[in-house]
């Protein structure tokens, strides 16, 4: 009776049955938590050529509205690569010069407009339809992604300008080939110094906070070694304080609608598969339209507080889990933990290295090239793996954008092939009696396809006289359906054979009998409970 009473909660839902004793482990979680997304958001701000508070203030505000509202007790939310990455493609696209001009207002606009498509989608209550987009969709877009910004954190890994931050992957291929005679031997040192840290924690040591401990040596570094005199590059100064107050802009609003819906589409997806991935036995179910909501509120509400779209991020909710969250006031402890960085870490921070971030961006995007995924699905299903590909090479030549759009429609078209795909089974001629079985659902569009194939049947079985049609999966009957029922009586009747229909669930019959062609079939004594019934031609 757990899971009820959660889900009906519409305030920290995750607090209900709260135990002190746990109060000491949410802490520690959210300041474990807190050590990795911290300086994760602030390094995939600069994904879209955006300042580094940005990622800071996306660790305020929607973290602290997911935990009021969200149903996950270990999630953290603030933004992840594929959401950044997606921003900056999004913006790129409507027109706003970011790097350059202010992209504050437009991103602000942005954040909203997906929070107000997510919450929508809660008012409709597609929750459930949203996750119709397939795995392999969201392989592709990942491959994309972590293709496209693993290439494109190369000019700051090597110390070189280059212009096609956000502008898709062959420009940035381009742009490193450029660049790549000006490279700065100590930035491109720091960096593979700091990937290396990187990826030996992560592999040896897991629940040490490997990108606080990069971001911490770099700071030290040029705080100490002389980093800047050598040429590296330091991120732009970070402000003190709260941001400051500013109005969102509606010029580009349009043409940023179709990235805010895939942006909206992955942050729900993210989001989800995050939730559902480290939910534990016991704990309450996740609900899909609650998740929506959460993330929606998280997304409107932080809009006006200068962040990026939000989602659940796996990185940090993982080592929020591992640490022994168990509950969101762990989160609340990361959004305390931003704040005090937000207001007395200003300068400390300004000392970063360009390269620092970068190396933390580059190893986390890396991470999203599933080879092993692509494998997988090769091996156990070619449509599969061939829409996870054709959605990766689109993100990698058209952009990420068509690329979501192109993933979407494949999967559609997988599951309309899937639903029209005729299931029917022929049982031996039984006497004059064709037995038929119809093991998939008729609805419109498969209509006419079953038609043919129970006409194919018949003209199969020479000398039959009856062909007895079970329709247990016809629990929905449209008009249509039942327009090609009728014709099917017909068509057979002219062919000198008796229809007579079986195991007619109560829903489909119910509908049916509004109309005269079935109304005058059981008035016949045409409708029988089972197949053998039918077979037989007597009620059983």
């Given at each position: 009776?757990?899971?009820?009473?959660?889900?009906?909660?519409?305030?920290?839902?995750?607090?209900?049955?709260?135990?002190?004793?746990?109060?000491?482990?949410?802490?520690?979680?959210?300041?474990?938590?807190?050590?990795?997304?911290?300086?994760?958001?602030?390094?995939?701000?600069?994904?879209?050529?955006?300042?580094?508070?940005?990622?800071?203030?996306?660790?305020?505000?929607?973290?602290?509205?997911?935990?009021?509202?969200?149903?996950?007790?270990?999630?953290?939310?603030?933004?992840?690569?594929?959401?950044?990455?997606?921003?900056?493609?999004?913006?790129?696209?409507?027109?706003?010069?970011?790097?350059?001009?202010?992209?504050?207002?437009?991103?602000?606009?942005?954040?909203?407009?997906?929070?107000?498509?997510?919450?929508?989608?809660?008012?409709?209550?597609?929750?459930?339809?949203?996750?119709?987009?397939?795995?392999?969709?969201?392989?592709?877009?990942?491959?994309?992604?972590?293709?496209?910004?693993?290439?494109?954190?190369?000019?700051?890994?090597?110390?070189?300008?280059?212009?096609?931050?956000?502008?898709?992957?062959?420009?940035?291929?381009?742009?490193?080939?450029e660049a790549v005679p000006?490279?700065?031997?100590?930035?491109?040192?720091?960096?593979?110094?700091?990937?290396?840290?990187?990826?030996?924690?992560?592999?040896?040591?897991?629940?040490?906070?490997?990108?606080?401990?990069?971001?911490?040596?770099?700071?030290?570094?040029?705080?100490?070694?002389?980093?800047?005199?050598?040429?590296?590059?330091?991120?732009?100064?970070?402000?003190?304080?709260?941001?400051?107050?500013?109005?969102?802009?509606?010029?580009?609003?349009?043409?940023?609608?179709?990235?805010a819906f895939a942006i909206?589409?992955?942050?729900?997806?993210?989001?989800?598969?995050?939730?559902?991935?480290?939910?534990?036995?016991?704990?309450?179910?996740?609900?899909?339209?609650?998740?929506?909501?959460?993330?929606?509120?998280?997304?409107?509400?932080?809009?006006?507080?200068?962040?990026?779209?939000?989602?659940?991020?796996?990185?940090?909710?993982?080592?929020?889990?591992?640490?022994?969250?168990?509950?969101?006031?762990?989160?609340?402890?990361?959004?305390?933990?931003?704040?005090?960085?937000?207001?007395?870490?200003?300068?400390?921070?300004?000392?970063?290295?360009?390269?620092?971030?970068?190396?933390?961006?580059?190893?986390?995007?890396?991470?999203?090239?599933?080879?092993?995924?692509?494998?997988?699905?090769?091996?156990?299903?070619?449509?599969?793996?061939?829409?996870?590909?054709?959605?990766?090479?689109?993100?990698?030549?058209?952009?990420?954008?068509?690329?979501?759009?192109?993933?979407?429609?494949?999967?559609?078209?997988?599951?309309?092939?899937?639903?029209?795909?005729?299931?029917?089974?022929?049982?031996?001629?039984?006497?004059?009696?064709?037995?038929?079985?119809?093991?998939?659902?008729?609805?419109?569009?498969?209509?006419?396809?079953?038609?043919?194939?129970?006409?194919?049947?018949?003209?199969?079985?020479?000398?039959?006289?009856?062909?007895?049609?079970?329709?247990a999966q016809m629990r929905?009957?449209?008009?249509?359906?039942?327009?090609?029922?009728?014709?099917?009586?017909?068509?057979?009747?002219?062919?000198?054979?008796?229809?007579?229909?079986?195991?007619?669930?109560?829903?489909?019959?119910?509908?049916?009998?509004?109309?005269?062609?079935?109304?005058?079939?059981?008035?016949?004594?045409?409708?029988?409970?089972?197949?053998?019934?039918?077979?037989?031609?007597?009620?059983?």
């Amino acid at each position: 009776m757990s899971a009820p009473t959660a889900t009906r909660a519409w305030f920290f839902p995750t607090l209900r049955g709260y135990h002190r004793s746990w109060i000491g482990p949410d802490i520690v979680a959210g300041l474990s938590a807190g050590a990795v997304v911290v300086p994760q958001a602030m390094a995939y701000a600069t994904i879209a050529s955006l300042p580094v508070q940005i990622g800071l203030y996306t660790c305020m505000v929607p973290m602290l509205v997911y935990a009021m509202l969200g149903g996950s007790r270990a999630m953290s939310v603030s933004t992840t690569s594929t959401i950044a990455t997606l921003t900056a493609t999004t913006l790129v696209s409507a027109g706003v010069a970011v790097g350059s001009d202010d992209p504050v207002p437009d991103l602000m606009a942005l954040t909203l407009l997906v929070g107000v498509i997510l919450l929508i989608a809660r008012v409709l209550k597609l929750g459930g339809a949203v996750e119709y987009i397939s795995k392999p969709t969201i392989i592709g877009v990942q491959v994309g992604v972590g293709a496209t910004v693993a290439v494109g954190q190369l000019p700051k890994l090597i110390g070189v300008d280059s212009e096609y931050s956000g502008s898709g992957f062959i420009r940035s291929i381009l742009g490193v080939v450029e660049a790549v005679p000006g490279m700065n031997l100590t930035t491109g040192l720091l960096s593979i110094g700091s990937i290396a840290v990187l990826v030996l924690l992560k592999r040896f040591l897991p629940r040490v906070p490997a990108p606080l401990i990069v971001v911490a040596a770099g700071i030290l570094l040029a705080a100490f070694a002389g980093l800047k005199d050598a040429g590296v590059e330091l991120i732009a100064p970070v402000p003190q304080g709260f941001p400051p107050f500013e109005l969102p802009t509606f010029a580009h609003i349009g043409a940023m609608v179709p990235g805010a819906f895939a942006i909206s589409i992955m942050a729900f997806l993210e989001s989800s598969a995050v939730a559902r991935g480290i939910r534990e036995a016991g704990e309450p179910q996740i609900d899909s339209n609650r998740e929506l909501m959460a993330t929606g509120a998280a997304n409107a509400i932080g809009s006006f507080f200068q962040v990026l779209p939000a989602a659940g991020g796996f990185s940090q909710s993982a080592v929020n889990k591992g640490a022994g969250a168990k509950s969101q006031i762990a989160t609340v402890v990361t959004v305390i933990l931003a704040l005090l960085v937000a207001l007395f870490l200003g300068p400390v921070l300004s000392l970063m290295p360009q390269a620092t971030l970068a190396a933390l961006v580059f190893v986390a995007v890396v991470g999203l090239i599933d080879v092993k995924g692509m494998a997988r699905l090769w091996r156990l299903n070619r449509a599969d793996f061939w829409v996870a590909a054709s959605t990766a090479f689109v993100g990698l030549t058209a952009g990420l954008l068509l690329a979501v759009a192109v993933g979407v429609i494949g999967t559609f078209v997988v599951v309309f092939r899937e639903l029209n795909r005729v299931r029917i089974s022929v049982g031996d001629v039984d006497g004059d009696v064709l037995p038929v079985k119809l093991n998939g659902p008729v609805y419109t569009a498969n209509a006419l396809p079953y038609e043919t194939a129970v006409l194919d049947a018949a003209a199969a079985a020479p000398g039959v006289k009856v062909l007895a049609l079970q329709l247990a999966q016809m629990r929905v009957v449209s008009v249509t359906v039942l327009d090609t029922l009728t014709d099917l009586d017909t068509e057979l009747a002219a062919q000198g054979i008796e229809l007579r229909l079986a195991a007619v669930p109560d829903s489909g019959a119910t509908v049916a009998r509004r109309g005269s062609w079935y109304a005058t079939l059981e008035a016949d004594g045409r409708v029988y409970e089972t197949l053998d019934a039918a077979v037989r031609g007597r009620a059983e």
